[in-house]
């Protein structure tokens, strides 16, 4: 599980955008074959997501899909290893497993859209290909992470600090079970302070981690109201909808 601190150069220190990504990274989930799935992902582990005929970039939503009026970007795996930050620095310690990507999960292919919204909300939407684990680790881990401190410098040479506190709970609504993280707090740059509210909900389908991740910041961190909950899950649904119809095409 990643609660992976972005940046994208001067934009989120001018607007204190930050991403949450879920993204199962135990440290035998991929790479030991005694690991065993939970009944909830039982189906999603019956397709491998190699039988997915398909580049992971044709599996994301088309612009059409994503509310209101903003700029959007579709990223492959070499565009997003080249925009990724460095791994923050995390306190306290045992919040370290969930806000750092491990190698083995880095590894997998993965595509994402990247959606800012004129009102400043930001929404991501992600396949990663090959991965797919229980939820019993994440559930663990945010519940072992209540509270963290990540530290990253920007590209200015100032440092971003983010203040965030994590719970996690069941999606309603979703075609495949899933669940939803939300992280909330500030992020700091210099003497600007923002408050920053971010959901990350994702399930596994088809051999693959699929997520969308929605963040609010300023004045719009504060606002979540049932249309936007319904609007992420939607979202949730045509992603998962996508990458269900290419593993039975």
Same mark, same amino acid.
């Given at each position: ?26 440290? *035998?989930?991929? =790479?030991? %074959? ?6 909830? @992902?039982? &189906? /999603?582990? !019956?397709?491998?997501? $190699? ?54 999960? *880095?590894?997998? =292919?993965? %595509? ?6 004129? @009102?400043? &909300? /930001?929404? !991501?939407?992600?396949? $990663? ?70 959901? /990350? ?49």
């Amino acid at each position: 599980m990643n609660l992976r601190l972005s940046r994208s150069g001067a934009a989120v220190v001018l607007c204190a955008a930050a991403l949450l990504t879920l993204s199962a990274c135990s440290d *035998d989930s991929n =790479d030991s %074959a005694d690991s065993t799935p939970s009944a909830a @992902d039982s &189906t /999603s582990a !019956e397709a491998s997501a $190699v039988e997915l005929d398909v580049r992971v970039e044709d599996l994301m939503l088309p612009e059409s899909d994503f509310p209101g009026t903003g700029t959007y970007v579709v990223k492959d795996k070499a565009a997003i290893d080249a925009d990724k930050s460095a791994d923050p620095d995390v306190t306290p310690a045992n919040c370290a497993a969930i806000a750092n990507d491990e190698d083995e999960t *880095d590894a997998f =292919d993965r %595509a994402q859209v990247e959606y800012d919204m004129d @009102d400043g &909300t /930001s929404i !991501e939407t992600e396949v $990663v290909l090959g991965q797919a684990d229980d939820f019993d680790t994440i559930v663990s881990q945010v519940e072992d992470c209540p509270a963290m401190t990540m530290r990253i410098p920007s590209g200015d040479g100032t440092e971003l600090v983010a203040e965030m506190e994590n719970s996690i709970e069941d999606v309603d609504g979703s075609t495949v079970p899933a669940k939803t993280i939300t992280s909330t707090g500030t992020m700091t740059s210099g003497d600007q302070v923002t408050p920053l509210t971010i959901r /990350s909900t994702g399930a596994f389908v088809e051999g693959t981690t699929v997520s969308v991740q929605i963040t609010l910041v300023g004045e719009n961190a504060g606002n979540w109201s049932a249309s936007d909950e319904a609007t992420l899950v939607e979202l949730l649904n045509k992603q998962i909808a996508i990458v269900q119809d290419a593993a039975a095409a």
